[in-house]
């Protein structure tokens, strides 16, 4: 039996052992947790999710080691748990911004190391995550944790060193989305419409074309033209978005989301 350790269970470290568990991925392996919250290790017990009391029991019981903390508390973690770290543990950062290269300098030179960039839907089982590894994690390895990833959602491999630059791909962007999203919503209450009925046809709009973007095999820019009839409502609105540059808007958004990565991995 494989164990895998969870140093964290805030929602995004549950979301992922709840995903392990109620899948068959879940009667072949051993979970363990800690957290100083104990009052979230206990909300895990009925997913077969053994409560430790120290980073340093997860260590010694677990060959995989998920770090599902804030970046900004990542390195006293590391430090805590650098005199347990052996060449066989892999460690999982889903910390934004934490490179391997820094887990290395605060535990083992030769440690094995998966970076993972999820999002928040994968608390419904609707995640998307961007995986990475260093030369020294096996196939089979990477493996255990790229399927633990797919059972939550969909998972795609990607260069180490794009691993800042995706974070506003899939990490930040449900934010960007709700944002956008409330746009549309406040304007349908401002003329009156119910906000209940317009957050509903909206958001079925953004899950139909999301589908339309990965089941119709049009491109993007086909898309558009699909629902821009020459001299309609659609090119109207369509024109002002233009004027905006909402384009390059969201190319600012993603770069300034990118460098700020960049500032916490130093």
């Given amino acids: 039996m494989t164990n895998i350790g969870f140093i964290g269970a805030g929602n995004m470290g549950s979301a992922i052992m709840k995903g392990i568990s109620s899948n068959s991925l879940g009667k072949n392996v051993g979970l363990y947790a800690f957290d100083p919250f104990t009052e979230k290790l206990k909300a895990l017990e009925s997913f077969n999710v053994k409560g430790c009391t120290s980073e340093k029991e997860i260590m010694e019981n677990c060959k995989y080691v998920f770090l599902a903390v804030k970046p900004q508390i990542i390195e006293g973690v590391l430090e805590t748990i650098a005199p347990y770290t052996t060449k066989d543990t892999v460690i999982i950062s889903i910390a934004a911004g934490i490179g391997d290269e820094f887990i290395a300098k605060k535990t083992i030179p030769n440690v094995k190391v998966i970076l993972v960039m999820p999002n928040t839907p994968l608390l419904l089982g609707e995640g998307a995550s961007a995986l990475s590894r260093n030369d020294k994690v096996s196939d089979e390895e990477f493996d255990v944790v790229l399927n633990i990833f797919k059972i939550c959602g969909k998972a795609a491999v990607i260069s180490k060193d794009k691993m800042k630059e995706i974070i506003a791909i899939n990490g930040s962007s449900p934010a960007f989305i709700y944002l956008f999203a409330k746009g549309f919503i406040d304007y349908a209450e401002s003329v009156g419409i119910d906000r209940a009925a ?69």
């Fill in 198 to 266: 317009a957050e509903e046809l909206f958001t079925q709009s953004l899950i139909g074309s999301a589908k339309m973007i990965t089941d119709s095999g049009n491109t993007i820019d086909e898309l558009i033209k699909m629902v821009s009839s020459p001299g309609g409502t659609t090119l109207a609105g369509l024109d002002r978005l233009y004027e905006g540059n909402l384009t390059d808007v969201v190319k600012n958004c993603c770069e300034s989301c990118t460098k700020r990565a960049y500032e916490l991995s130093k």
